[in-house]
């Protein structure tokens, strides 16, 4: 079946430093794939997708693309804030109605 | 501001009371569904609808209970709650298929406890 691994958290980073949290899928088709956030106390949002293979989503300064070699949608900042502290889940969907679920990432970014 | 409403925030029941957590779109989404949010867990979903009058079940339907009479509600009703009902619930719709895939619009969740 359809399935999503996300690398254990939590994550904690100073601020200023490279970011990774892995992603690996694992798909009876071609899906679409996306990266959600969720802040403390709030619902996930959406923070980038790819819909096919070496599509790059991007957005605030994250990225990930679509590799359907490795199967992996890698999330990466150059550069994390404080502000960047939050859950990340990635995702993949076919239909772009039922999504498939990470068990989320948190992460900490210290001043 | 669209978006999808959820109410209430939080709830605590004792177990084996009933309850209806709320979900309201303005987005015109044919897609709603239902998610639980469980430590370690991530999101799973328990219910889903792809229009008025039609619905079904995702991976943990038991103990749950939906109806979309309307387009824009979607509410989640528990019939006799259990402990393991404890959770975070999180309402969410999109465009239905093949209109693009957009993700999700998420509601900021109900967070439930049964004691």
């Known amino acids: 079946g359809d399935s999503v691994t996300q690398m254990e958290g939590p994550v904690t980073l100073s601020e200023e430093a490279f970011l990774t949290i892995n992603c690996t899928y694992t798909a009876t088709g071609y899906p679409s794939l996306f990266w959600y956030v969720q802040y403390p106390g709030e619902g996930l949002q959406l923070l980038l997708k790819?819909?096919?293979?070496?599509d790059k989503g991007s957005n605030k300064g994250f990225e990930a693309t679509y590799r359907k070699e490795t199967t992996s949608f890698h999330l990466e900042k150059g550069s994390v804030q404080v502000s960047d502290s939050a859950v990340y889940f990635c995702a993949l969907t076919y239909t772009g109605n039922q999504f498939y679920f990470g068990t989320g990432t948190s992460l900490t970014v210290i001043p | 501001n669209a978006g999808v409403t959820q109410t209430p925030k939080f709830q605590v029941l004792k177990t084996g009371q009933s309850m209806t957590l709320q979900c309201a779109q303005d987005?015109?989404?044919?897609?709603m569904s239902w998610y639980r949010q469980d430590p370690g867990m991530g999101l799973r979903l328990i219910h889903y609808s792809v229009g008025a009058g039609i619905t079904d079940q995702g991976e943990v339907p038991n103990g749950y209970n939906v109806s979309r009479s309307t387009t824009e509600d979607f509410p989640l009703r528990l019939l006799s709650a259990a402990p393991s009902q404890t959770s975070v619930y999180f309402c969410?719709?999109?465009?239905?298929?093949?209109?693009?895939?957009?993700?999700?619009?998420f509601g900021s969740g109900t967070r439930l406890t049964v004691v």
């Open positions: 790819a819909t096919k293979a070496d």
């Open positions: 987005m015109n989404h044919e897609y």
């Open positions: 969410a719709s999109s465009y239905g298929v093949g209109q693009g895939v957009n993700g999700y619009t």
